[in-house]
């Protein structure tokens, strides 16, 4: 119920039973998304100028639930099979609105919208859609990506390339070759132009997501990837430049990227047991202090630069449990890393360690 101080994140479908039901109509109503509503989800758009384009771009929506509060609207669909984790999306690098799953919870009629004291209603009442997340197109219309004061990084790193463009809606790991043209629809998402003179930057940002994929075991075809780029941006490239110019700036910037400290230390580590590491016991754990060892080794007076985002995005765990196995490795009984320079949010540079880390001697 919306506003109660209650806790509702745990409840079910069977939970809801005739009394509970009873007990929360003199209140507005949401309905908690994810998991636990077996994989009802919303996609909420803020401004109405949003629905019909985004509608259009997805004739599904013409066969399910549709619901209105102040402004926009919100679409509701039931996922079968694995889907994105809650995400804000951006249009021009503002929020326009959210895909909204687990954790997340939306009104429904005939709740009132604190704002405007109106009733929510229903612009379409049907059985909710069933479908799988790669049959949402957010393409052409909305740009996905992470808002400014979450980035933590110096641009200048070289070694810090996984935090300067962090896709919000997470493309999975493929151990096979991959030939699903949705998944580069996905993949290529977050690099898609959205006003004039970012193409190239794009590009270079999309090079770098592909191999850090690779590098994690994903066959990715740098073909198809290139042309899913080069079909969703058709609107923002130059008239004067042809397709296959973008295609050799995209190939040079893989080769660019691939000889970076941060690609190269992370191939390194899958292969490297790292002085000192042995006490160690979990195998990630161990990858991590091999990472740092090769960053170490390749920096000058052994000092190199790393942020909990890129740890974060390399072993596909949350930020704040990367800072917290970073954190671990510097602790005297573990003794791989030393702390040189404090990384700060209003400095924009990530910590600065070295890797001090020694076999036991005999």
Not at 146 to 172: F, G, M, R, W
Not at 335 to 342: A, H, K, R, Y
Request: glycine share 6%.
């Amino acid at each position: 119920m919306k506003g109660d101080k209650r806790k509702w994140k745990h409840l079910t479908l069977d939970d809801m039973t005739p009394k509970y039901m009873a007990d929360i109509m003199d209140g507005n109503i949401g309905i908690a998304l994810g998991k636990v509503s077996n994989g009802l989800c919303a996609i909420d758009l803020d401004d109405d100028e949003l629905v019909a384009p985004f509608r259009a771009a997805n004739p599904w929506t013409d066969k399910t639930t549709i619901t209105k509060g102040a402004r926009g609207c919100q679409i509701w669909v039931r996922i079968k099979g694995e889907y994105s984790p809650s995400a804000a999306l951006k249009r021009n690098g503002k929020k326009c609105g959210e895909w909204r799953a687990d954790g997340c919870q939306s009104i429904i009629p005939p709740s009132i919208h604190p704002d405007t004291g109106n009733f929510y209603n229903f612009i379409a009442m049907l059985p909710v859609v069933e479908l799988s997340y790669n049959d949402i197109n957010f393409l052409p219309l909305l740009q996905i990506g992470t808002d400014k004061a979450q980035i933590d990084t110096d641009s200048t790193d070289t070694t810090e390339y996984l935090c300067n463009h962090k896709p919000s809606l997470s493309v999975p790991i493929c151990r096979e070759e991959i030939n699903d043209k949705l998944y580069y629809r996905d993949l290529v998402a977050p690099f898609v132009p959205t006003e004039k003179g970012a193409n190239h930057r794009l590009l270079f940002d999309l090079a770098r997501r592909i191999t850090h994929l690779r590098a994690r075991g994903s066959l990715v075809d740098e073909s198809q990837a290139f042309d899913a780029w080069h079909d969703a941006s058709r609107l923002w490239t130059r008239q004067n430049k042809t397709i296959d110019e973008y295609r050799v700036e995209f190939l040079e910037a893989l080769e660019c990227v691939a000889a970076d400290n941060l690609s190269m230390a992370w191939a390194g580590s899958a292969t490297t047991n790292s002085p000192g590491a042995a006490k160690l016991t979990d195998p990630n754990n161990r990858r991590l202090a091999a990472l740092c060892f090769h960053l170490s080794q390749r920096a000058k007076d052994g000092v190199f630069y790393l942020s909990c985002r890129s740890v974060a995005l390399l072993f596909e765990i949350h930020h704040t449990d990367a800072a917290k196995r970073l954190k671990m490795l510097t602790k005297p009984v573990i003794g791989l890393l030393e702390v040189v320079t404090v990384g700060t949010p209003t400095s924009g540079r990530a910590t600065r360690y070295r890797y001090i880390g020694q076999e036991p001697k005999p």
